[in-house]
C-alpha cells in the first residue's frame, strides 16, 4: 500500500531534478560564413538528405514491388516476416543510394 505514494515521490523528485534551477545565458547567434564549410560537405548533406528524403518513399514501392514478385512466383517468400523486412529495407537501401548517387553525377556533369 505505501509503494504507489513512494514511487509517486521518487518519480516526481527524479523529474523535478532534471529541470536546471539556474542556467547560463546563451551567445549570441552568429549566422554562418559564406566559406566556412568545404564544398564535400555540402555535398554529402545534400546526399544524405536525397537518401533519407526518398527512403521513405522507396520502401512503399520495395515493399509492394516484393510483395508483387513473391505473389507472381518471380522470387521464393522469404522464411519469416523479419527477412522479408529486411529484403525489402534493403531493396528501398539501394533504390534510395541510386538515386543520390545519380543526383550527385548529374551535379558533377552540370558543373562542367
Known amino acids: 500500500m505505501m509503494k504507489k505514494p513512494l514511487f509517486v515521490l521518487v518519480l516526481l523528485l527524479f523529474c523535478f531534478s532534471l529541470v536546471p534551477l539556474s542556467s547560463a545565458s546563451l551567445p549570441a547567434y552568429e549566422p554562418y560564413e559564406e566559406n ?48 522479408a523486412i529486411l529484403i525489402q529495407g534493403g531493396i528501398a537501401s539501394g533504390l534510395s543510394l541510386g538515386i543520390s548517387v545519380a543526383d550527385y553525377i548529374i551535379g558533377e556533369v552540370e558543373e562542367k
Open 36 to 83: 566556412e564549410f568545404p564544398l564535400w560537405t555540402y555535398k554529402l548533406r545534400r546526399a544524405e538528405i536525397l537518401f533519407f528524403g526518398s527512403f521513405v518513399i522507396t520502401m512503399a514501392v520495395a515493399t509492394v514491388g516484393y510483395s508483387i514478385a513473391v505473389n507472381a512466383g518471380w522470387v521464393p517468400p522469404a522464411k519469416d516476416a523479419l527477412t
